[in-house]
C-alpha cells in the first residue's frame, strides 16, 4: 500500500528556510492532492497547504506569504519550504495523501480527507 | 482561531458510548472528516465523508452531520480508544482546509 516518508533537517535557524521532502512509494502521485500539516507542541493540528500533481494548490492564509508547496512527479515525491522561520514554526510536520473533493450529494459536498499519513519529522528553529 | 469548534476533552466509561462534536458553517455545506490521534504518533483517518469507514477501523466508529454540527460516535468504547480526535473539513470559501481544535477522549 502506499506510504509516505518525511525527510529534511531537524534543526533549523531562525529567519532562514525551512525545507522538507515527502517520499511517496508503493502507489502514484498523480491524480492526487497532496498536503503538508504541522503540530505545534502539546497542540493540534495546522493544515499548511496542499498541492495537485496537475500544480494547483491552497495554503493557509495564515502561513502563504511564507509557504511553497512543490511536486516532482519524477522523483514521486513532494516538497515544502517555509522562509522566514521563527520559534513559533517548530513543531512535528507532517505530509499526508489528499483531500480528496467529491460531488453534491443533495444535502453537503463529499470531502474525504486525508487517508495516508507520514510518520512525521520533528522540526525545531533555533540558533 | 479555527473555523471547525471541538470541546477540548470528553470523557467515557468503559463500554460506553461517546460523541465527539465539531461546530462551524462550512458543514452546513461540506462533509467532515475524523482522525484519531494516539501519543507520538501520526493521526489516523477513521471517518470521511457522511459516515465511511477506511479498512481496518471498527464499525464501533461512526460520524453523522446535521446543520452546522458533525459528530464522532464511538459504541462500546474500547480502552484502545483513548486518544485525541479532530475533525477536518473544507473552510467556508470551499478552497482550503481547515482541523478543530481536537477533543481528548479519556476512558474511565
Known amino acids: 500500500q502506499v506510504q509516505l516518508q518525511e525527510s529534511g533537517p531537524g534543526l533549523v535557524k531562525p529567519s532562514e528556510t525551512l525545507s522538507l521532502t515527502c517520499t511517496v512509494s508503493g502507489g502514484s502521485i498523480r491524480s492526487y492532492y497532496w498536503s503538508w500539516i504541522r503540530q505545534s507542541p502539546g497542540k493540534g493540528l495546522e493544515w499548511i497547504g496542499y498541492?495537485?500533481?496537475?500544480?494547483?494548490?491552497n495554503y493557509n492564509p495564515s502561513l502563504k506569504s511564507r509557504v511553497t508547496i512543490s511536486i516532482d512527479t519524477s522523483k514521486t515525491q513532494f516538497s515544502l519550504k517555509v522562509s522566514s522561520v521563527t520559534a513559533a514554526d517548530t513543531a512535528v510536520y507532517y505530509c499526508a495523501r489528499g483531500p480528496g473533493f467529491g460531488d453534491y450529494d443533495g444535502f453537503r459536498k463529499y470531502y474525504y480527507g486525508m487517508d495516508v499519513w507520514g510518520q512525521g519529522t520533528t522540526v525545531t528553529v533555533s540558533s | 482561531s479555527s473555523e471547525l469548534t471541538q470541546d477540548p476533552a470528553v470523557s467515557v466509561a468503559l463500554g460506553q458510548t461517546v460523541r465527539i462534536t465539531c461546530q462551524g458553517d462550512s458543514l452546513r455545506s461540506y462533509y467532515a472528516s475524523w482522525y484519531q490521534q494516539k501519543p507520538g504518533q501520526a493521526p489516523v483517518l477513521v471517518i470521511y465523508n457522511k459516515n465511511n469507514r477506511p479498512s481496518g477501523i471498527p464499525d464501533r466508529f461512526s460520524g453523522s452531520t446535521s446543520g452546522n454540527t458533525a459528530s464522532l460516535t464511538i459504541t462500546g468504547t474500547q480502552a484502545e480508544d483513548e486518544a485525541d480526535y479532530y475533525c477536518?473539513?473544507?473552510?467556508?470559501?470551499?478552497?482550503?482546509?481547515?482541523f478543530g481544535g481536537g477533543t481528548k477522549l479519556t476512558v474511565l
Open positions: 498541492m495537485h500533481y496537475s500544480g494547483t494548490a
Open positions: 477536518n473539513s473544507r473552510d467556508s470559501s470551499g478552497n482550503r482546509v481547515v
